[in-house]
């Protein structure tokens, strides 16, 4: 197992446990106490979780998985849900993009379509697609497509997702309209609608969607179903679900119910 495999997995038993066993760990991860006693000292020193004797505990929102060590997780569905989601935006539009894992990988969609960065797209010097996004790492993504034009709100950077945050985000926010907004969420519920960890993302993705003439939720089947600290939104601003077919029969029939349009890849 690599070491960034062996991470991954200590923050999912830290998150998940609030805390983690260095003779337990080895045995789950088949590897030797020294190793893990090594990867918790690391772990520790970039502030993801702090040490004990024999272990680790969560440490701030460590349950709050850092982006760098969510890319790898539910990868293969996130990059189909990218896929489909992009083809959901039309040339032209000006589309807002949250942070997130799942809504990177609907860039790296967007960045790679020929009618949009292809040789015949760029015709009279136009941008192709307006982005206007709060995620540092979506923006340095596609900054580089001359043929997208790139717009960032302001605001403070989050270490956790790279999102800006606070009233200088909320203020481009205010200004602005959308074709369609991309949500990435930490988890939805039929009942009570979107969710993500922070207090700070909430606000910003529910400015993007209520400035958006459709919303779009990209969430992998592991976010349904669940809840977490802030919320984004109701279903009732929601338009189109997309998700991978992992998702079960009710689920889709209850969203459904709720008006929101469930596409599984």
């Given at each position: 197992?690599?070491?960034?495999?062996?991470?991954?997995?200590?923050?999912?038993?830290?998150?998940?446990?609030?805390?983690?066993?260095?003779?337990?760990?080895a045995?789950?991860?088949?590897?030797?106490?020294?190793?893990?006693?090594?990867?918790?000292?690391?772990?520790?020193?970039?502030?993801?979780?702090?040490?004990?004797?024999?272990?680790?505990?969560?440490?701030?929102?460590s349950?709050?998985?850092?982006?760098?060590?969510?890319?790898?997780?539910h990868?293969?569905?996130?990059q189909?849900?990218?896929?489909?989601?992009?083809?959901?935006?039309?040339?032209?539009?000006?589309?807002?993009?949250?942070?997130?894992?799942?809504?990177?990988?609907?860039?790296?969609?967007?960045?790679?379509?020929?009618d949009?960065?292809?040789?015949?797209?760029?015709?009279?010097?136009?941008?192709?697609?307006?982005?206007?996004?709060?995620?540092?790492?979506?923006?340095?993504?596609?900054?580089?497509?001359?043929?997208?034009?790139?717009?960032?709100?302001?605001?403070v950077?989050?270490?956790?997702?790279?999102?800006?945050?606070?009233?200088?985000?909320?203020?481009?926010?205010?200004?602005?309209?959308?074709?369609?907004a991309?949500?990435?969420?930490?988890?939805?519920?039929?009942?009570r609608?979107a969710?993500?960890?922070?207090?700070?993302?909430?606000?910003?993705?529910?400015?993007?969607?209520?400035?958006?003439?459709?919303?779009?939720?990209?969430?992998?089947?592991?976010?349904?179903?669940?809840?977490?600290?802030?919320?984004?939104?109701?279903?009732?601003?929601?338009?189109?679900?997309?998700?991978?077919?992992?998702?079960?029969?009710?689920?889709?029939?209850?969203?459904?119910?709720?008006?929101?349009?469930?596409?599984?890849?």
């Amino acid at each position: 197992m690599s070491r960034d495999a062996r991470w991954d997995a200590l923050l999912e038993l830290v998150g998940k446990h609030g805390r983690v066993d260095v003779e337990e760990a080895a045995t789950a991860l088949d590897v030797s106490a020294a190793t893990i006693r090594r990867d918790l000292d690391q772990l520790a020193e970039q502030h993801l979780l702090t040490r004990t004797r024999g272990g680790a505990v969560a440490h701030g929102v460590s349950y709050e998985l850092a982006l760098r060590y969510k890319t790898g997780r539910h990868a293969p569905e996130k990059q189909a849900i990218g896929r489909a989601v992009s083809g959901l935006v039309a040339v032209g539009q000006v589309v807002g993009l949250t942070g997130g894992t799942t809504v990177t990988e609907v860039a790296r969609a967007l960045a790679v379509r020929p009618d949009i960065v292809g040789e015949t797209a760029v015709a009279g010097g136009q941008p192709t697609l307006t982005v206007v996004t709060n995620a540092l790492n979506i923006a340095s993504e596609l900054a580089i497509r001359p043929q997208i034009k790139m717009v960032v709100t302001g605001g403070v950077a989050r270490p956790q997702s790279y999102e800006l945050t606070g009233p200088l985000a909320v203020g481009v926010m205010n200004e602005i309209t959308l074709d369609v907004a991309v949500l990435g969420v930490n988890a939805i519920d039929i009942e009570r609608g979107a969710y993500v960890h922070h207090e700070g993302e909430a606000s910003v993705n529910r400015l993007l969607a209520e400035r958006a003439q459709r919303v779009v939720v990209a969430a992998d089947s592991s976010k349904i179903g669940k809840r977490a600290f802030a919320r984004v939104c109701d279903l009732g601003l929601v338009d189109v679900l997309v998700t991978d077919s992992h998702i079960g029969a009710e689920a889709r029939d209850r969203f459904g119910e709720a008006g929101v349009q469930v596409i599984a890849v």
